[in-house]
C-alpha cells in the first residue's frame, strides 16, 4: 500500500467524521485564505460584539459578499456534519420539467 498515514491503523477508528456537506451547495464556494490580509468572518460568534478574522490558511465559506468560517456556517446551518442531511433536511424545490 503506497498511501501514508501519520495515524496507526488501531487508532484511525477514533478520528471524528469531519465531512462537510452544503445542502443548498449551489449558493456557496469554498476558498481557502491563503493571506494574512485581514478579513473577517460575516458573523459574531454568540456572546462577543466583535467580528472574528479568518486566518490565512483557514477554510471559509462564500455566498455572494458574504464569508462564514465553518464554525459560523455550521450555526447557522449552512452546512452540517450530517452525512444523510439529504434525507432528513429540507430540500431545495425540485426541477420539474415543464
Ligand atoms: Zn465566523
Given at each position: 500500500m503506497s498511501e501514508t498515514s501519520d495515524l496507526p491503523a488501531d487508532e484511525e477508528?477514533?478520528?471524528?467524521?469531519?465531512r462537510v456537506y452544503l445542502p443548498?451547495?449551489?449558493?456557496w464556494t469554498v476558498h481557502i485564505k491563503?493571506?494574512?490580509?485581514k478579513q473577517y468572518c460575516y458573523n459574531k460568534s454568540p456572546g462577543e460584539d466583535y467580528f472574528h478574522g479568518i486566518l490565512a490558511g483557514e477554510l471559509y465559506l462564500q455566498r455572494g459578499d458574504e464569508k462564514y468560517c465553518l464554525q459560523c456556517a455550521l450555526r447557522n446551518r449552512y452546512?452540517?456534519?450530517?452525512?444523510l442531511f439529504w434525507q432528513n433536511g429540507p430540500r431545495p424545490p425540485r426541477k420539474m420539467p415543464m
Open positions: 477508528s477514533d478520528v471524528p467524521d469531519m443548498h451547495h449551489e449558493e491563503r493571506t494574512w490580509d452546512v452540517t456534519l450530517d452525512r
